[in-house]
């Protein structure tokens, strides 16, 4: 199977965020990674569907994209209205404190997704 190099790329790029999570990091840094990495799965999606992704750091108008080109994310241990919070603002103003409960979610959700990114990339046969 030949993969849309874009795609690739952002998929192993997702992977450094995904590691970082492995780290006692800051709960802005933890939350950062966290959104990174989900924001890298989507586009990696979209950009083996062939499409162009916008650069924004909104999970939601990419969940929107996807859903125009016929995919629905799954249901995830976190939403992505928790997650939007940390993908800009809480570099730059105070974030919550994360506990091991919010991190621990906050990891399952990027495995989940990125289980079912790689099996709709998959099954799209590029």
Not at 39 to 66: C, M, N, R, W, Y
Not at 84 to 107: C, G, M, S, W
């Amino acid at each position: 199977m030949t993969i849309d190099p874009q795609a690739e790329l952002l998929l192993r790029k997702s992977v450094d965020d995904r590691v970082s999570l492995n780290f006692p990091l800051p709960s802005a840094i933890f939350g950062f990674h966290t959104s990174q990495a989900v924001e890298k799965l989507l586009k990696a999606l979209i950009a083996a569907k062939g499409e162009v992704f916008p650069f924004t750091h909104k999970l939601s108008t990419l969940e929107d994209q996807l859903r125009n080109l016929g995919e629905s994310v799954p249901p995830l241990p976190c939403g992505f209205t928790e997650l939007q919070p940390h993908a800009v603002l809480t570099r730059y103003d105070e974030a919550a404190e994360l506990d091991n409960a919010d991190r621990k979610r906050f990891i399952e959700t990027v495995d989940v997704l990125r289980a079912w990114v790689e099996e709709r990339i998959g099954a799209l046969g590029v």
